[in-house]
């Protein structure tokens, strides 16, 4: 089977010669500079080119993106400027006025171009084709679907106070979240439709924490749940599976989630209580098994286990998924310099030498 192939028949549900595997996630330039065999110079010129040749070599099937950073000692893109910070510096009082003057729903949409998002949707996949080979491109879609968390323009302090103290205006933000989300899922099911991209896409938020969601679900299911189902509609419609990144305890969720038609999840923490043992056994809204990208830890397994440890696990998760859930193979997050490389490569070889 090629690539593209492999990937396709997980997503349709019929089992492929063996499990595919993503990359795009590795957050630490000097091992995509090792594992291509690039010279350093040749990274801080074209990383994106460098590390795509690393996941070609580690044999990927398909990338979810590619994370580079911008010089060999950095890798997390995030810094005082562009972190979603806990202070923006606006009281409460001001977080209040700016939510109560945001427009209504049918206002805030006009904001949004379809055809000049698509072009340059279009631009970035014909990009990277020329870069990617036989490797399958499915960029994750953050934005799709629905937006409950706002904290980038509020602060974590003053949104969870708006919504706990002013739930009309969170529940305004839900709103608008929604017209934002079903904009991009149109614009997913569009690449999809065009077939630009398989039929899945990876989007979510990230709404919990160790100990479960930031935000009573009672809140969730009444003002973000509608959101999220209608904006899943789209994407729905034209056969893409929408599958949700798992970060935290998103345990008192996964019947929300599920009930709104997300097919498929991502991530995993075991250490929050999120087992694959358990979640292969879940079924999506239609009664199909669900796709499942993961769920290899970036935090229990790649970083302290040995690379036998590692090959152990691979065939472990392949054969907890085989007949219950349809699996991609994945990590649960970004891939950081805790991890030795030949933890990364153990984790791909692994894959790659197992067979159905």
């Known amino acids: 089977m090629t690539k593209t192939e492999r990937i396709e028949a997980v997503i349709a549900g019929k089992l492929p010669d063996r499990p595919p595997v993503l990359g795009g996630w590795i957050a630490h330039p000097r091992a995509l500079v090792e594992i291509s065999g690039a010279a350093e110079a040749d990274y801080l010129r074209d990383p994106r080119r460098v590390a795509v040749s690393a996941?070609?070599?580690?044999?990927?099937?398909?990338?979810?993106?590619?994370?580079?950073?911008?010089?060999?000692?950095?890798y997390r893109n995030q810094n005082k400027e562009n972190y979603l910070k806990s202070d923006t510096g606006k009281s409460f009082e001001e977080a209040v006025r700016i939510a109560e003057g945001l427009p209504d729903a049918e206002e805030y949409a006009k904001q949004f171009d379809f055809d000049a998002c698509y072009n340059g949707l279009k631009k970035e996949f014909a990009d990277m084709k020329k870069i990617c080979?036989?490797?399958?491109y499915m960029p994750a879609n953050w934005s799709a679907g629905a937006r409950i968390t706002?904290?980038?323009?509020?602060?974590?302090e003053n949104f969870f106070l708006l919504v706990g103290l002013r739930p009309d205006l969170g529940a305004k933000l839900c709103r608008l979240g929604g017209v934002s989300g079903l904009f991009y899922s149109k614009l997913t099911a569009r690449a999809v439709t065009d077939g630009l991209m398989p039929k899945a896409v990876l989007l979510g938020e990230d709404i919990c924490t160790q100990r479960g969601p930031?935000?009573?679900?009672?809140?969730?299911?009444?003002?973000?749940?509608?959101?999220?189902?209608?904006g899943l509609i789209p994407l729905l419609e034209a056969g893409c599976k929408p599958v949700w990144h798992c970060d935290g305890d998103i345990r008192p969720?996964?019947?929300?989630?599920?009930?709104?038609?997300?097919?498929?999840?991502?991530?995993?923490?075991?250490e929050c209580g999120m087992h694959i043992e358990e979640i292969v056994n879940l079924r999506a809204r239609g009664g199909e098994k669900l796709l499942i990208m993961g769920?290899?830890?970036v935090t229990t397994e790649l970083p302290v286990m040995t690379p036998a440890e590692i090959r152990a696990k691979v065939k472990y998760y392949a054969d907890v998924c085989k007949d219950k859930a349809d699996l991609i193979f994945f990590t649960a997050n970004t891939i950081n310099p805790d991890v030795p490389v030949?933890?990364?490569?153990?984790?791909?070889g692994a894959v790659n030498d197992y067979a159905y």
């Open 295 to 297: 769920p290899i830890s």
């Open 342 to 348: 030949e933890n990364i490569k153990a984790f791909y």
């Open 214 to 230: 930031m935000i009573s679900m009672s809140f969730m299911r009444e003002h973000y749940a509608p959101e999220l189902a209608r």
């Open 253 to 270: 969720m996964l019947p929300m989630l599920l009930d709104c038609g997300i097919k498929g999840f991502q991530g995993f923490q075991p």
């Open 133 to 136: 080979g036989d490797m399958a």
């Open 150 to 156: 706002w904290y980038g323009e509020y602060g974590y």
């Open 55 to 74: 996941y070609e070599k580690l044999g990927a099937d398909g990338l979810i993106g590619v994370f580079t950073t911008k010089d060999l000692d950095t």
